[in-house]
């Protein structure tokens, strides 16, 4: 079977309608603190005979924990994982779609064991050829499996498999056929009504689904009925369903169109459901597999995806008719073609098998139990009491009778809070006789509890000290409650400092009306403010007057002092900066004869001798009045470096460095130089007093002249055999080619280098190509073509020389005349040539027949036949030769002959029209000239309007041979004139003429 309760909780494959006789039920409170340990009260009624509590289920809205377990069962494409529990023994069966054979998985009594695999083969082609899901169920006693598949086609069927008392053993299978219009069935969903089991499978290639009724039991023969196609289903591949709120819901993928269809049963499942297409909810991509599933009335899903082999999360936005939205967690687990999607709860982890078709592999997700409960499961009837380590929405679970078929579940969500939170805000830096202002930030109504030094207490939320002293330095905590909640404790630490110790020694007095004393106000890494603005720990004294300096600590708190400077006039000058010769001394002479000395390098005479480079400095006392002054003395130096080597080629530039002027042995005054050949180079550089001198020897070596020759070319037929020399014989070669000798023979196209070194290790190095030319020269077959065209001959071979029969030098010419023709096409000394030969069709003359005209009820026989000619194509759209008109206009005609198209055209005139009008008639009804009426010719639609001379209208009639007999109201008009107007079409044209006509009566006697 697919699932079983014991193990698997909450997920449902095996659906029972069955009426409850156990309703589970407790009572928790809705809220508690973390860390808050409560109690359960269980308020389940009816016979319950086994309990599983669970308080903490993992979140199955997030990425699963994934891998990939291989190829552990002798799989073959596998597309579907059923799992079934036989006594302790846990045992999965894999369906093989492409081997057509079924995989037996033997895990012992855990499902974290790795299985040990049998093939148990496919029970002599019982099994049909794209098998696909098998069902598992124990009925009294005895093992069934279902089996569907087929791949749509004559294989299409069910198979029952019978284990006997147990899964371990080869199973019988029987063909029950194809039962319902299964059209490549796929999954089967097994569920129970009123003692009766059905079943529902889609049908893949049918884009449908079918239902079977198998009695009491799978160990029977079912019937079916196939519902046809509901919810817009294209290749539909799975269906989950599940129940939310007394009705039930099926979720379908559709693969080729990348869909999902929703079926909605109602409160039965035994109804005919209604269906609609969702469409692409987001990342679907040949969806296979799908699960659904309730938890504590939040509906979860998860779908695979064929062709972007990855795993999607379904997210129910409003229940399970509200909009669904798919996204995708990736491949998480070498997804290769996954399908199927099998999942169950080991103890309190919650697992799915997901069969990979593609890589023969089985890939394994979970979601990890929550940890936030102290204890994550329980089966007693009364759980022992529970808390929460961290804040959130958990959901406890009872599921009584697990197995039985009066099973109940029952689930209530418990909100965790976290501690009222609290934080200490205030001063925590401050100087002796300052106040300490902490404060507490917590929530509305709670209570507050301090604690500081020198067993300082306080419960209210803020608190003030005043006149700190250190002694009141430390650590000040609170503690804030709630309800039943207590936070946890905020400290602050506060800090009480003294100022710093500021000194910045005695008056000072100087007869040296320009100078510079440096005051330090001590204290590092402290604040300092100057009188004069400055803030830094030291600054310098130029003028008489007072400084005074406030130094700040971390805390803030100051302390300040301040010198006075008074002057008198004391000068002291060591000189200008100098330089020093190498090896000599040099005097420095401080003046101020008789006064006290203090010099930098600890000598007290007023003239010291320094045989070093340096700063030297003195301070002069003389009669309390101090003067100083300081002299730099730097060495003269000259290095040109050690002896040079190098390969002819690379310069050699000699520096003498700064120097005021400069005399090199080959004459030249310039700082650098340039060493272009072997020899000793020398240098005397003049600095200040100094004349230093230095020298250097510079070897040029020599460097091999390297001359491969030019590139060569060679002709596609021509044999290439070249020798290659580097010259310089007595060398080391290094070839492209990996040779060492001095010359090479290469026989084949290709780039050849070579590195040439002299012993003196100076190295040159050249490169030539052999290359082939490949002309393939072709202009096309003889042709022929039309006269009056032109036809195009290109030779190809861009960049190539060409020679044409015609003298022409380019790559392509135009031809318009008849013949042969050839080209040579050149590259080097290479070439290559073609010809064809060109025949050019005179286009005969082609005449229909001359310009004619025709009248209307005339027909025409208009022929273009030419000799040999074919294809004609009028611009009536006739193909005949001749066609028959009866209507003006211009008419065109072409026709093919010899493969030249040639046309002609005739103009169809209209025939000339007329009508005359009778100027008098005699309606006397003597039976001669009785009526009036249009003579009329190559004229239709007549109408004739007569009217008298007042304009009144006696007369209208409209035909063919419309006529009037002169009477207006039954009675013949009088002597005199009327007016006629004619209106009539000519050629579909609207005309009009007018005229008059005399009426006269005839007085004589009529002869009979």
């Not at 097994?190 to 009695?215: D, W």
């Not at 919650?350 to 329980?378: D, E, G, K, Q």
């Not at 070093?612 to 290095?639: H, K, Q, R, W």
Request: charged share 10%.
């Amino acid at each position: 079977m697919k699932l079983f309760y014991t193990i698997f909780f909450p997920l449902l494959l095996t659906i029972s309608l069955k009426s409850q006789q156990i309703v589970a039920g407790f009572t928790a409170p809705d809220t508690v603190c973390v860390n808050q340990t409560f109690t359960i009260q269980n308020t389940t009624t009816g016979p319950a005979t086994t309990w599983y509590w669970n308080f903490c289920m993992g979140n199955t809205n997030v990425t699963p924990v994934a891998t990939n377990l291989g190829n552990i069962g002798f799989f073959g494409g596998p597309v579907y994982y059923s799992i079934g529990k036989d006594g302790s023994n846990y045992y999965a069966f894999v369906t093989n779609n492409w081997g057509a054979n079924l995989s037996r998985l033997s895990y012992g009594s855990s499902l974290a064991n790795m299985p040990v695999a049998t093939n148990l083969g496919n029970f002599g082609g019982m099994i049909p050829i794209s098998m696909e899901d098998m069902y598992l169920e124990n009925v009294g006693g005895t093992w069934y499996g279902i089996m569907v598949g087929g791949g749509g086609g004559a294989n299409d069927r069910l198979v029952r498999f019978n284990f006997g008392n147990s899964l371990a053993n080869m199973p019988t299978a029987v063909n029950l056929g194809n039962i319902g219009g299964m059209v490549y069935p796929q999954r089967l969903q097994v569920f129970s009504s009123g003692g009766t089991t059905y079943a529902f499978t889609p049908n893949a290639f049918g884009n449908s689904i079918t239902r079977l009724n198998f009695g009491s039991g799978i160990n029977n023969t079912p019937t079916g009925v196939n519902l046809g196609n509901i919810g817009g289903l294209s290749q539909p591949d799975d269906l989950a369903i599940i129940n939310y709120g007394g009705n039930w819901y099926g979720y379908i993928v559709n693969e080729t169109n990348n869909t999902l269809s929703r079926l909605d049963f109602g409160t039965s499942l035994l109804n005919t459901p209604t269906g609609v297409n969702l469409g692409n909810t987001g990342a679907l991509n040949g969806p296979r597999g799908i699960d659904v599933w309730v938890e504590c009335g939040q509906i979860r899903g998860l779908i695979t995806n064929r062709y972007g082999n990855d795993l999607l999360n379904m997210n129910f936005t409003n229940g399970p008719t509200g909009p669904i939205i798919t996204t995708s967690f990736g491949n998480i687990a070498g997804f290769s073609f996954p399908h199927s999607i099998e999942r169950y709860r080991s103890g309190d982890t919650l697992f799915a098998m997901i069969p990979n078709v593609s890589n023969n592999t089985l890939s394994r997700i979970y979601y990890p139990p929550c940890t936030n409960a102290s204890i994550p499961s329980s089966v007693f009837q009364t759980p022992p009491p529970i808390s929460y380590v961290s804040t959130g929405t958990f959901y406890i679970n009872l599921t009584v009778n697990e197995t039985q078929i009066n099973k109940s579940d029952y689930c209530k969500k418990i909100i965790v809070v976290a501690p009222p939170t609290v934080a200490v805000t205030g001063n925590t830096l401050l100087c002796v006789g300052d106040s300490i202002k902490l404060y507490g930030n917590a929530p509305p109504g709670s209570s507050f509890l301090w604690s500081g030094p020198n067993s300082f207490t306080s419960s209210t939320q803020n608190i003030l000290i005043g006149n700190a002293g250190l002694n009141q330095s430390g650590t000040y905590s609170l503690v804030v409650s709630k309800g039943a909640c207590s936070s946890t404790m905020a400290v602050k630490t506060v800090s009480v400092a003294s100022g710093p110790t500021v000194n910045l020694g005695p008056d000072l007095n100087t007869c040296n009306s320009s100078f510079s004393f440096t005051l330090n106000a001590q204290n590092p890494g402290l604040s300092y403010l100057w009188n004069t603005g400055q803030t830094t720990q030291t600054i310098q004294a130029t003028a008489v007057g007072g400084y005074s300096v406030v130094v700040t600590n971390a805390a803030g708190c100051s302390s300040s002092d301040i010198i006075n400077i008074s002057t008198g006039s004391l000068s002291v000058n060591l000189g200008n900066d100098t330089i020093m010769c190498p090896g000599t001394s040099f005097s420095i002479n401080a003046g101020v004869s008789g006064a006290t000395y203090t010099w930098s390098n600890a000598q007290n005479a007023q003239t010291i001798s320094v045989n070093a480079p340096g700063t030297y400095s003195v301070l002069v006392n003389s009669n309390g009045c101090f003067g100083t002054d300081e002299i730099t003395i730097t060495n003269a130096t000259l290095n040109l470096g050690a002896d040079i080597e190098v390969c002819q080629g690379i310069p050699v530039i000699l520096n003498a460095g700064v120097g005021n002027s400069y005399q090199w042995s080959n004459g030249l005054t310039t700082q650098t130089i340039n060493a272009s050949s072997s020899g000793n180079y020398w240098v005397q550089v003049n600095i200040g007093n100094c004349s230093i001198y230095d020298t250097v020897g510079v070897l040029i070596k020599n460097t091999p002249l390297v001359n491969l020759g030019a590139d060569k070319l060679f002709c596609k037929d021509e044999i290439i055999s070249v020798n290659l020399d580097a010259g310089n014989p007595g060398a080391t070669y290094n070839w492209s080619n990996s040779q060492s000798a001095q010359t090479i023979h290469v026989s084949n196209v290709g780039t050849y280098s070579v590195m040439v070194t002299l012993a003196n290790g100076c190295s040159s190095a050249d490169v030539i190509n052999i290359v082939r030319s490949d002309l393939n020269v072709n202009i096309g077959k003889d042709t022929s073509f039309c006269s009056g065209a032109a036809f195009i001959l290109n030779a190809g071979n861009p960049g190539s020389n060409y020679q044409w029969s015609t003298g022409n030098a380019t790559q392509a010419i135009s031809v318009t005349s008849p013949g042969y023709y050839w080209v040579k096409v050149s590259q080097g000394h290479c070439f290559a040539t073609d010809s064809v030969y060109v025949l050019i069709h005179d286009v005969p003359v082609f005449n229909v027949s001359k310009d004619t005209v025709i009248c209307i009820g005339e027909k025409l026989i208009l022929s273009a036949h030419l000799y040999n000619a074919s294809n004609y194509i009028w611009s009536t759209g006739s193909t005949e030769p001749s066609i028959e008109v009866n209507v003006p206009g211009m008419y065109y005609v072409t026709a093919t002959v010899t493969g030249c198209k040639v046309s002609d055209e005739i103009k169809v005139d209209d025939c000339e029209s007329e009508i005359w009008l009778p100027n008098t008639f005699t309606p006397d009804e003597d039976g001669l000239n009785d009526i009036f009426y249009p003579v009329c010719y190559n004229i239709s639609q007549v109408t004739l309007t007569v009217f008298d001379r007042w304009g009144e209208q006696i007369f209208e009639g409209s035909g063919t041979n419309v006529a009037w007999d002169g009477k207006y109201k039954g009675q013949i008009c009088q002597d005199g004139v009327y007016t006629c107007k004619v209106k009539y079409k000519q050629r579909g044209r609207d005309k009009q003429k007018i005229g008059r006509v005399a009426i006269l009566k005839n007085t004589g006697t009529r002869q009979n």
